[in-house]
């Protein structure tokens, strides 16, 4: 009905209308797109019936936008750190190669935070990514550019990663979908920083996008011949999922309490599932919940099967090149000096502390383990946990460094491999995005994209900014 010059015109327009505000991309790819998007046009008028086309090209012309962390070819590759800004990407990363090879378009590269180690993106290369509903408040990170453009209508699907919540946290600040897979089902490379040591078995690379039917064709592309681990083509009768309700981690010390309006929503969710489907929600306490933040960071600095230490964040902000010194960082931070966020500092700081306590971290590692039998022994094939995305709705600009361990809500299913999917629930009363995070054993994937679809439509999903 349109043609793909059309389509990817229109986006570039919004692109420039509200990318001055919101500052999502950070370098684009116009010229190249349009190009593309000619190519596509002459591909359809020139070529074989539409289901040849379709199978061979699932995503034929679909605009899409990549975190900048992912090489794409011709496009900066900084992940927000200064001494890269010279960096630019000669390959494309895998998910990337096998997205432009379904014939996805990219527009351009989103913004992140510095090395992706932080829920808030900004950094001193690209500056602060803004959220469409309000610009004064956060993205989230580290894919929050992403979070951020498809939020404003600028992208049609997100290439984002996650270790500690890095799709989840900006889809539910931004009030998107966003798709975390089971463990090892999507490769990461291609990424800087990429994951080393036994953090190969946390990062995940996934889908972002405004609609949730979205989420399993884009995730089918990205995963490759890895997709037959997944039950993706398994019909998922709704009627029978079993259903798992647990409002907040427990009370942990070092994570705010879950927001009024948050508890409400997902509430809500629960009495729909009840009156709808004629299912039973079943509220769960799980006890180890509550050392979230603790089992997290205990398992991402552990050593890998054979004896590999995790590599070291101070490191990575050295680049290979001198390291870097936190406390000396600081101290220039204080003068505006340094060239790294304070946030990066921060947590170059707290790094050291983290081994000093040797038999309390293997402690916690067991606990990690026993934990993730406890939650693949309570979701089963037939499983769902509905869970807080996060204890607040998106925080104003630089608030997350007084409240550093909220993303733990996210983080913990990093270290225990589940696929998990975040979906929006409406705005809340301060036009803040409300959402939940749909949680499934190993592989079951299909099930927490059947619910987002569902919840889709019962909950309205994605919202325009400024439409209310």
Known sequence: QVACVEVVEAYVERIKEVNPLINAVVKDRFEEALQEARQVDKLLLEGPGDDCLEEKFPLLGVPITVKEAFSLYGMPNTSGLVNRRN??????????????????????VTNCSELCMWYESSNRVYGRTNNPYDLQRIVGGSSG???????????????GSDIGGSIRMPAFFNGVFGHKPTTGVVPNDGQFPNAHGVRTSYLCTGPMCRYAEDLEPVLRVMAGPGVSKLKLNEKVSLEKIKFHCMDHDGGSIFVSPVDKEILQAQ???????????GVRVQ?????????SFQIWSAMMSSKDSEGQEAQRF???????????WPL???LKWLVGMSSHTLPAIALGLTEKLVNLNLSGKAKLVSMGKSL????????????????????????KHHSPICMPFNFAYTAIFNVLGLPVTQCPLGLGSEGLPLGIQLVAASYNDHL??????????AFGGWVLPGKV
Do not use: N
């Open 267 to 277: 509430k809500k969710v629960v009495e729909h599932l009840e009156s709808d489907l």
């Open 328 to 330: 000396w960082e600081l």
């Open 448 to 457: 927490t994209l059947a619910v987002a679809r569902y919840l889709e439509k």
């Open 87 to 108: 960096v630019i990407a000669t390959s494309d990363a895998t998910v990337v190669s096998r997205l432009k090879q379904a014939g996805a378009i990219p527009l351009g």
């Open 283 to 291: 509220h769960v306490a799980i006890h180890k919940m509550k050392y």
């Open 372 to 395: 993730q039998e406890e939650m693949e022994a309570l979701l089963g094939p037939d499983g769902v946990l509905l869970y807080p995305s996060h204890p607040t709705v998106a925080p």
């Open 145 to 159: 550019g992403e979070g951020s453009v498809l939020a404003a209508a600028c992208s049609v699907v997100g290439v």
């Open 314 to 324: 101070t490191d990575l902000l050295g680049d290979h090149g001198k390291p870097v």
